[in-house]
């Protein structure tokens, strides 16, 4: 009966606690979040937007660098992801964040444990023993401590870690997309430097077959000796600018391999930057849709999301922690009779609370509340710097394009008043200079078309980048697909 009556006891007590847990399981001390999309102003559309429509999913969620329609920038990107050092950083965050949440949410249940001990002497857990001759005591107990969340500072803990996971997904993406676009980059800049290089050995030729002409007339004396030297300096600057872009090709395909998480070295290129096709515009959408898509917007929306939990716990550790702890095992004087002893148990609970320690608590919420504030500023700012860089991209695709085509118009005109000014100094009409002159600014015109032209195919990089680019998989495509209903 005595055992009976125990028992009972013991699941009272058990009861009692969990009806409590539950009855608290609502309190949660400290600010709950609230997203901030609805409080960032904004513009009503971008200024340099020459589509003005509602930006889809069905644009975006796509490769989007498979719109330069180059399978060799598509290989390259596709090896990034797989290899480059600072993506498969991003992707072990995640796993630590997962294993951190699971790490913190630990901290919600019951801690189960055990103690073994084995003692000899005359003073026995800080009692003496009878005639203070020496004994033997073996003990074996299973162990359980479970501090209530009363207050919430577990799950406000637990509610961080999650929104931090969260994060790191983000960051993933941010990761991502920021090499993506550098690859990109970089794959123009190296088309542009080969072209350029393409430029300077053509010029060089052209150049070296009129000092040959110019060369023969003077042996002849037919021209004057500043002909031939203004011939002969054409042809160094065409000569110093060929090995000037293979260092620079060196040096870009360099770059490109450490983006790939590779050695560096030698890159294959595909369509030369003149045959290279302009991908499609798309509508960029209001300025508004910007938070939803942005992953770096959403990684540290995520991080205002975890500190501001941080706060409920700080202030869940201005009030007492209340736990509850249990024992039951067995002890003994004699190894042999340590089983057949009665089981010994006991069950307690415990308050333990600041009472004062000079505001230090106090300070302590204090602290992370300035820490959220400026997680918020850094949010803001984060949005506006986004906005920023939709804006500009934008500007710079609309008077690229301008500047483009005034380019290709400059190289036409320069080329056939170099074909002409060619034409009039073998007949006597005109000067030496007026024909180098020409052939300067053919020269210049058609590295500075090189140059525009690979401009012009970074800003698209930019704009798809600043709009938070596209999915990155397969999976992630489809997946997207369903939840908007794209997909039959």
Partial sequence: MKKIKEMKIKI?????????????????????????????????????DSIQLAMTDSVLNISWWELFDDPILADLIEIGLEENKDALIASSRID???????FTKADMGPKIGYNISAQRGNVIAGAPTQGFEASNIFTGFGTLSWELDFWGKFRRANEAARAELVATEYGQRTVQIGLISAIATTYYQLLDFQWREYISKKTLELRQASLNIIQARYNSGIVAEIDLNQAQIQRAIAASAVPLFQRSIAQTE?????????????????????EQQLPPDIPVGLPSMLMERRPDILQVEALLHAQTARIGVAVAQRFPSISLTGLLGVASNDISTLTSNPAAFAIGGSVLGPLFEFGKNKRRVEVERKITEQVLYEYERTVITAFQEVEDALVAISTLKEERQARIDHVAAAQNAQYLSGERYDK?????????????????????????????????????????????????????????????
Wanted: with cysteine; proline share 2%.
């Fill in 428 to 488: 006597g009409v005109t000067s030496f200079l007026e024909l180098i002159e020409s052939q300067r600014q053919a020269f210049e015109a058609e590295l500075s078309l090189s140059e525009t032209t690979q401009k012009l195919f970074n800003s698209y990089v930019n704009l798809y980048k600043a709009l938070g680019g596209g999915w990155l998989s397969e999976e992630e495509m489809n997946a997207a697909a369903n939840t908007a209903g794209l997909k039959e």
């Fill in 96 to 102: 630590q964040a997962m294993a951190q949440l699971g």
């Fill in 12 to 48: 009272s007590f058990i009861l009692i606690a969990l009806s409590t847990i539950f009855l608290f399981e609502a309190c949660k001390v400290g600010p709950s979040f609230k997203t901030q999309r609805t409080e960032i102003d904004s513009t009503a559309v971008y200024r340099y």
């Fill in 254 to 274: 360099n770059a490109l391999g450490i983006l790939l998480g590779r050695s560096p070295g030698p890159i294959t290129t595909g369509v030369e930057l003149s």
